[in-house]
Nanobody
Framework: QVQLVESGGGLVQAGDSLRLSCAASGHTFSSYAMGWFRQAPGKEREFVAAISWSGGSTYYADSVKGRFTISRDNAKKSVYLQMNSLKPEDTAVYYC????????????????WGQGTQVTVSS
């Protein structure tokens, strides 16, 4: 089992950058694929990005491709989401999640979730 705690959210202006962090506890972090999801008010939670257990493979939603970068540091039991060129439509609560399943790359099979961190992008 793994516990996840996100940080780094905040209020920024359109075009700014922000880096989210997710710290994990537990002994098996490196065996999990990790992902970031977001949920805007009145909308369903959506997949943002995922990274394989080794960090060698990354996957992105079309809406963030080229602007966001997911990375991980297994020694620090952490995963990151670098968000550049932020847009007002990126405003949401961002969640970190861990997956031990096969279909993490399409946003499925995530079993462990953090509490979320708010990102607000003003125009």
């Amino acid at each position: 089992q793994v516990q996840l705690v996100e940080s780094g959210g905040g209020l920024v202006q359109a075009g700014d950058s922000l880096r989210l962090s997710c710290a994990a506890s537990g002994h098996t972090f490196s065996s999990y694929a990790m992902g970031w999801f977001r949920q805007a008010p009145g909308k369903e939670r959506e997949f943002v990005a995922a990274i394989s257990w080794s960090g060698g493979s990354t996957y992105y939603a079309d809406s963030v491709k080229g602007r966001f970068t997911i990375s991980r540091d297994n020694a620090k039991k952490s995963v990151y989401l670098q968000m550049n060129s932020l847009k007002p439509e990126d405003t949401a609560v961002y969640y970190c999640a861990a997956s031990s399943g096969r279909f993490y790359y399409i946003g499925r099979d995530f079993h462990y979730w953090g509490q979320g961190t708010q990102v607000t992008v003003s125009s």
